[in-house]
């Protein structure tokens, strides 16, 4: 069957009014915490100075600033991102789950299926990100891989390739739909957050930025992402349960 935008919007936000109480502890724990290390302590990956005119000389100081970071901060860059994924995971489970779980069964729940869990993020990222760099086809490869992980969650047993294909049949005729969605919560986020990024930018570049000023203008930025994430958790959910039937 087909979806409509306004459809898997209005569900997503229903869900989230019903159970917000519960969705904001298990969003704050699992999606704005690793948001709020990131932003606070790790700087931007390095991209390619402008400034420098000679290719040669640009790409070798491109490469030495991203080994440089990748030494310094892959590690939390990288335990972040699982901590998110497993935010994603029991938020999924506690709607798409057979067995219909609490929290404490949900938690048990997305720790079962982890490891295929973050495979099958790692394998859509891997495309997406690519895509991103011409923006369109990135969010369409978002669009048609969005119901991966809710696949994990609700059909059992189900593996990391075989979920993302399971994603491309059930969004097959929803890809332009979907690509919507995703590109409107994804530019309400960067609306959203971007001037608190901004800010952080300037302040810190003074040399000697108020931490306590830091701290607030990073938390606000991390919230915005946070709301992005759990919007985007929500909206998948909604989307398999239309799509799955």
């Known amino acids: 069957m087909r979806i409509n935008f306004a459809g898997v919007v209005v569900d997503a936000w229903g869900r989230f009014r019903r159970d917000s109480d519960l969705l ?10 690793p948001a709020f290390g990131l932003t ?12 420098i005119a000679d290719r040669e000389a640009q790409a070798q100081q491109w490469a030495d600033a991203l080994t440089s970071w990748i030494g310094d901060y892959s590690i939390g860059f990288g335990l972040a991102h699982l901590l998110v994924y497993f935010g994603v995971a029991v938020v999924m489970a506690l709607y798409l789950d057979p067995a219909r779980p609490d929290l ?10 982890y490891p295929r869990f973050v495979l099958a993020m790692i394998l ?35 593996g990391a390739w075989t979920a993302i294909r399971r994603s491309l049949s059930l ?25 608190f990024m901004l800010l952080d930018a ?17 938390a606000a930025a991390s919230a915005v992402a946070m709301v992005t994430q759990l919007a985007l958790a929500l909206i998948a959910v909604s989307a398999y349960r239309r799509l799955a039937k």
């Open 104 to 113: 404490r069964e949900a938690l048990r729940r997305a720790l079962s299926i």
């Open 40 to 51: 606070l302590f790790v700087p931007p990956m390095p991209m390619p100075d402008a400034a």
């Open 24 to 33: 904001l502890r298990i969003a704050a724990a699992f999606m704005f915490l």
């Open 202 to 218: 300037w302040m810190r570049s003074t040399g000697a930025p108020n931490p306590v000023a830091v701290a607030v203008v990073d």
């Open 124 to 158: 859509v990222s891997i495309p997406t990100g690519l895509g991103m760099w011409l923006v369109i086809p990135g969010l369409y490869i978002l669009g048609r891989t969005m119901l991966t992980a809710p696949v994990l969650l609700a059909e059992p047993g189900t």
């Open 171 to 195: 969004t097959r005729g929803s890809g332009l739909t979907l690509m919507g969605v995703a590109a409107f919560v994804y530019l309400v986020g960067l609306l959203g957050g971007q001037p």
